[in-house]
C-alpha cells in the first residue's frame, strides 16, 4: 500500500537514537525529507549523514525540547532548509524507574519537562504553520505507562498520561484545520529507555535483568516484546493520507499487554 509521504517534511524528535531513529529512517525509505532533532548533536548527525548516503534527504538540528528558544530554532532550522512542515513525530523522552517515596523534585521536574513540556513546546512552534498550510499530521510518542501507571514509573507515567491529554484536545482544536493528532503507545521493547528500566529494577530488588525482562515477557498475551518496526509502522501509517479521518488516539502496540 502506497502512503503517499514522498516529497513530505517530517520533524522527528528524540531521532537520534531508539525509537526517534527507527522512525527517522523509516521517512526517509518512503521518500520524505527528515529533521532529526535531538540533544545528543554526534550521533543525529550520523544518522543523516548516513541517510544521505542513500539518497535522502535529510537536516540534524540540536534541539533541547524543554527550551522554547531551541523549539523555535528547530522550527526555523526546517523551514529554511525545505520551505515547510508537514509531518511532527514528539519522540523525545526520557525515563527513570524508582519508588515514589524516592522521587525528588528535581526527578520529577526532569521527567515531566522533557517528556510532556518538550511535546507541548515544540508542538506549539510547528501548529502555526500548519494552520497556515491547513494540513499537518502530528504523531506523539506516549506509552504503555500513559494509560496504565506501573509501579516505580509514577512520575513517567504522570508525564505520558499528559501527552495523551494534550494529544485529545489538540485533536478537537485542530480539526478545523485538516491538522491530524494522534497518539502511538509502545509496550516493551529493549530500547536504551528499557535498558535504564531493567538496571533500575535488578538494583532494586536483586534480580538478574534478563530474568526480570524475560518475566515481564512473560505478562504479554502474545508473548513477545515490541520492535522497533512494529513502532515505526504505526507513525509512518499515522503520518500518511491513508490515516486521514482518524484523530485524537492513541494507539497501543503491546502485544495486548494492555487492551483499550
Same mark, same amino acid.
Given at each position: 500500500?502506497?502512503?503517499?509521504? %514522498? ?5 522527528? #524528535? ?34 543523516? !549523514?548516513?541517510?544521505?548516503? =542513500? ?25 529554511? !532548509? ?34 510532556? %513540556? ?53 485533536? %478537537? !482544536? ?27 529494577? =535488578?538494583?532494586? #530488588? ?16 502474545? %508473548?513477545?516484546?515490541? !520492535? ?21 488516539? =492513541?494507539? =497501543? ?8
Amino acid at each position: 500500500m502506497e502512503l503517499g509521504l %514522498k516529497g513530505k517534511v517530517a520533524i522527528v #524528535t528524540g531521532g537520534a537514537r531508539g525509537i526517534g531513529r527507527d522512525i527517522a529512517e523509516g521517512f526517509a525509505g518512503e521518500g520524505a525529507s527528515v529533521v532529526v532533532s535531538d540533544i545528543l548533536t554526534d550521533e543525529a548527525q550520523e544518522l543523516v !549523514e548516513k541517510l544521505t548516503r =542513500s539518497g535522502a534527504k535529510a537536516l540534524a538540528v540540536r534541539t533541547d525540547v524543554t527550551r522554547k528558544s531551541d523549539a523555535d530554532d528547530l522550527v526555523t532550522a526546517t523551514l529554511n !532548509e525545505f520551505g515547510k512542515i508537514d509531518i511532527l513525530v514528539n519522540a523525545a523522552g526520557i525515563v527513570q524507574d524508582i519508588r515514589f517515596i524516592d522521587i525528588e523534585e528535581a526527578d520529577w521536574d526532569r521527567v515531566l519537562d522533557v517528556n510532556a %513540556k518538550g511535546t507541548y513546546l515544540v508542538t506549539r512552534a510547528v501548529i502555526p504553520h500548519m494552520i497556515a498550510a491547513r494540513y499537518g499530521k502530528i504523531v506523539n510518542i506516549s506509552s504503555r505507562s500513559g494509560k496504565e501507571a506501573q509501579p516505580g514509573l509514577v512520575h513517567y507515567a504522570a508525564s505520558k498520561f499528559a501527552v495523551i491529554g494534550l494529544t485529545t484536545g489538540l485533536a %478537537k !482544536e485542530l480539526a478545523e484545520y485538516d491538522i491530524n493528532v494522534n497518539a502511538v503507545c509502545p509496550g516493551i521493547l529493549r530500547t536504551a529507555m528499557w535498558e535504564k528500566i531493567l538496571d533500575a529494577r =535488578s538494583a532494586r #530488588t536483586g534480580i538478574p535483568r534478563e530474568e526480570i525482562f524475560a518475566s515481564i515477557v512473560d505478562t504479554i498475551p502474545l %508473548k513477545r516484546p515490541q !520492535e522497533l518496526a512494529d513502532i515505526t509502522s504505526v507513525v509512518l501509517f499515522l503520518s500518511s493520507g491513508i490515516s486521514r479521518n482518524i484523530t485524537g488516539e =492513541s494507539v =497501543s502496540v503491546n502485544g495486548g499487554a494492555r487492551m483499550d
